[in-house]
């Protein structure tokens, strides 16, 4: 091989890294763009006069969209894995109702769980295993309820459950605190 073909080889892979880190990263400000955090309130002005008593602002769970569908969310205990039996897992039980207008898509790659320590997860990928009746994907005409199971790697506290939007870039469609 000539040395200029070389050259070009590593200029051309080059640029190809270069094209994949600049993707991503423009992904990665568009994700953080569609959810900002949220701001510190200004800073209070000092006065001579007293000092009024002021409430502090309650921090608000997220809520869904009010979109009409719904959804629950229990704790059905731990349970283990179909191929590795040292796996354990923590299996939520969830139905999703829908009383919309309009269709509305379910699948268990849009359910995410947060935890009791605030972290946000989708373990659909790793617990594709897990020994559950697991929810069904499809589209939800409006009246039409789904039921099933999410598991999550394992023994987790699950606090609330969200059921994305198919882009996942918008509000959430339906949230449930798991009981």
């Known amino acids: 091989m000539s040395t200029g073909a070389k050259v070009g080889i590593g200029v051309g892979g080059g640029c190809l890294v270069v094209l994949v880190v600049l993707v991503v990263v423009g992904f990665l400000i568009g994700r953080g763009a569609s959810s900002p955090e ?24 997220p809520e869904a969209a009010d979109s009409g569908v719904t959804m629950t969310a229990s704790d059905a205990g731990t349970t283990g894995d179909v191929l590795d039996p040292e796996a354990v897992y923590t299996v939520v039980d969830v139905t999703i109702e829908n009383g919309s207008e309009e269709n509305v898509e379910v699948n268990p790659l849009y359910i995410s769980a947060t935890l009791a320590d605030g972290s946000s997860v989708n373990d659909w990928g ?12 499809g589209t939800l005409a409006p009246g039409d309820s789904a039921s099933g199971q999410i598991a999550l790697v394992g023994e987790v506290d699950v606090v609330q459950v969200e059921l994305q939007s ?13 009981s």
């Open 166 to 178: 198919v882009l996942a870039q918008e509000e959430p469609i339906a949230v449930a605190e798991v």
């Open 126 to 137: 790793e617990a594709l295993f897990a020994d559950i009746d697991q929810i069904e994907s």
């Open 38 to 61: 949220p701001s510190a309130p200004p800073p209070a002005a000092e006065s001579s006069a007293p000092a009024e008593e002021t409430e502090e602002p309650v921090e608000e769970e």
